[in-house]
T-cell receptor
Framework: ETGVTQSPTHLIKTRGQQVTLRCSSQ?????VSWYQQALGQGPQFIFQ???????GRGNFPPRFSGLQFPNYSSELNVNALELDDSALYLC????????????FGPGTRLLVL | AQKVTQAQTEISVVEKEDVTLDCVYE???????LFWYKQPPSGELVFLIR??????QNEISGRYSWNFQKSTSSFNFTITASQVVDSAVYFC????????????FGEGTQLTVNP
């Protein structure tokens, strides 16, 4: 059984640019959630996708957007990057929304200069 | 609103010592789930345990044990006979049934086990 994978592992961007992060969910999982983890802090919920529809959003501006594809993989897009967007971005998948445990990928470390 | 507090920012112990990581949560829901995750330096969050709000039985898994007390809104994690490999950041998290599976994390506790 393949776990959650994310790409790329590291990324460096400059302020104002746009970035796309990718996540492949664990086999059999149809729900994907994205979290932002700033240095020294706990992860913060960005949004969740269930069967290609957004299913909940945290306190993040609209320049954070996402997609989920028919195979349940997902993308996180961030426009107009700001220095504070520098963080570890974690993707998690679960078998269903609501009650199931979320399993995390290794994350993408984004540095905005 | 849901909230998780991990008051211990850093803990340092010597190998073979027992250590307890504290977690206090706030929620208005009657149905909720509590989790512990381990984050080694590589960054990936590793799932350790999930408890639902209706099951207050303590759980033991090898050297790990968890104490869930609804009366004090706490879900503490104890490592017995700690090992150097236990060194990591540990996160307690909460999800409410009404919020889907959105996780609210505490700030984490950095555990360092010295040889």
């Amino acid at each position: 059984e393949t776990g959650v994978t994310q790409s790329p592992t590291h990324l460096i961007k400059t302020r104002g640019q746009q970035v796309t992060l990718r996540c492949s969910s664990q086999s059999g999982h149809n729900t994907v959630s994205w979290y932002q983890q700033a240095l020294g802090q706990g992860p913060q919920f960005i949004f969740q996708y269930y069967r290609e529809e957004e299913n909940g959003r945290g306190n993040f501006p609209p320049r954070f957007s996402g997609l989920q594809f028919p195979n349940y993989s997902s993308e996180l897009n961030v426009n107009a990057l700001e220095l504070d967007d520098s963080a570890l971005y974690l993707c998690a998948s679960s078998p269903a929304r609501g009650r199931e445990t979320q399993y995390f990928g290794p994350g993408t470390r984004l540095l905005v200069l | 609103a849901q909230k998780v507090t991990q008051a211990q920012t850093e803990i340092s112990v010597v190998e073979k010592e027992d250590v307890t990581l504290d977690c206090v949560y706030e929620t208005r829901d009657t149905t909720y789930y509590l989790f512990w995750y381990k984050q080694p330096p590589s960054g990936e969050l590793v799932f350790l345990i999930r408890r639902n709000s209706f099951d207050e039985q303590n759980e033991i898994s090898g050297r790990y044990s968890w104490n869930f007390q609804k009366s004090t809104s706490s879900f503490n994690f104890t490592i017995t006979a700690s090992q150097v490999v236990d060194s990591a950041v540990y996160f307690c998290a909460l999800s409410e049934l009404t919020s889907g599976s959105r996780l609210t994390f505490g700030e984490g506790t950095q555990l360092t086990v010295n040889p």
